[in-house]
């Protein structure tokens, strides 16, 4: 999987960044090689959340609604 991140410049120093793609994952650091190596934590723990319905009846249904 290839992800996009837009990296910007802190205005205390260092860096952050975000990925679009990925609404709320987000990380910081100092140099440029510590945010390439936090991203990838971030965007494997946003991608390991599990957002499955933890338990359903049979009545239940799903909605998809996009916004």
């Known amino acids: 999987m290839t992800l996009k991140a837009i990296i910007h410049s802190a205005e205390e120093g260092g ?26 934590e971030a965007i494997e723990l946003w991608l390991s959340v599990d957002d499955e319905v933890t338990e359903s009846h049979a009545g239940d249904k799903v909605l998809e609604l996009t916004v």
């Open 15 to 40: 860096f952050w960044a975000e990925v679009p793609a990925l609404p709320g994952c987000l990380t910081q650091a100092e140099t440029l090689d510590e945010l390439k190596a936090n991203l990838r």
